[in-house]
């Protein structure tokens, strides 16, 4: 690798960590203003979304003046393609805080209904802990994390898809809080497609690594 490429991949990987740590910082606020029904959580979120878009921007840009200026080759090559990956499921992740945080502000008007436990305590910590194990992951070349992260999904699943059982309950034996369920399961939703592109970041990480591709490999 020539120092002029390796200059520049080490600064794209800083960037990426940046956009990362971005995004983080949105899902964690996302659900606190779920949970909490805190608006300046909400606030936090729809705030910061423009920096995250134009953090991507310049993410994807830095990419293919890397590719134009310096034609990487192997696992440079593989590196900055799995870049490019990375930042859009990032950048979408950091769509889907949004979305939780509007879901969160809506609910905020009404009654709390409860739910699922697994809802309120599990699953917001199984996105997180997917979130930063697969950026960690991806900093560390990290195999053996990755596939953590790719084995947390099915969990994530079965939380969401009980959530679908917990609406149609609702629904039956309280029908006036059916819209109020119906926006809970939205955003069980958004944090089980945060989980979906965790599992992308990691299925990334260990293609850049081992050169496998393990997607679709059920």
Sequence with gaps: MSLHLQRDVEKLKKEILKLGTMVETAINNSILALNNREMSYVDEVLKNEEFINEMEVKIEEDCLKILALHQPVAGDLRFIVVA???NNDLERMGDFAKNIAKRAKELMQVEPLA???AFVNELPDLVRTMVRNSLDALVKLDVEL???VIDMDDKVDEINRAMYD?????????????????????????MERIGDLSTNIAE???FMVDGRVVRHAD
Excluded: F
């Design 166 to 190: 917990e609406v149609t309950r609702v629904a039956r034996e309280n029908p006036d809080r059916t819209k109020v369920a119906i926006s809970l399961l939205s955003t069980s939703r958004y």
């Design 115 to 117: 739910t699922l436990p």
């Design 146 to 148: 990755a596939q953590e």
């Design 204 to 206: 990334d990480v260990i």
């Design 84 to 86: 490019l990956k990375v």
